[in-house]
């Protein structure tokens, strides 16, 4: 199985920044696509950002576009994601998911299409 571990949340005031980092072991880590996911208490989980295996393409939902970006470094088994502009309705725990071999664009934000899941990391923002 691939264990994904998230690292990098804090609280942070509004208009700052926090990287989110994602390390992966037990598998081959190029091969699969990288997917970044939140949720808020009481609310539905929403897809974020998402980096293909590739590594060419990067996906983002409207409201993070912008201020969000994803990257990663394949010899280090790292996928990361930078934060800037924070807002309070940022906060959320962040979930990192594993999808392998993905590459059909419109599923890059379907939560289902992931096989595995950190177990999240916290990032508030106060104002």
């Known amino acids: 199985q691939v264990q994904l571990v998230e690292s990098g949340g804090g609280l942070v005031q509004a208009g700052g920044s926090l990287r989110l980092s994602c390390a992966a072991s037990?598998?081959?880590?190029?091969?699969?696509?990288m997917g970044w996911f939140r949720q808020a208490p009481g609310k539905e989980r929403e897809f974020v950002a998402a980096i293909s295996y590739i590594g060419r393409n990067t996906y983002y939902t409207d409201s993070v576009k912008g201020r969000f970006t994803t990257s990663r470094d394949n010899a280090k088994n790292t996928v990361y994601l930078q934060m800037n502009s924070l807002k309070p309705e940022d906060t959320a725990v962040y979930y990192c998911?594993?999808?392998?071999?993905?590459?059909?664009?419109?599923?890059?934000?379907?939560?289902?299409?992931?096989?595995?899941w950190g177990q999240g990391t916290q990032v508030t923002v106060s104002s």
């Open positions: 037990g598998r081959t880590f190029s091969d699969y696509t």
């Open positions: 998911a594993a999808s392998y071999l993905l590459t059909t664009t419109r599923h890059m934000g379907v939560y289902t299409k992931y096989d595995y």
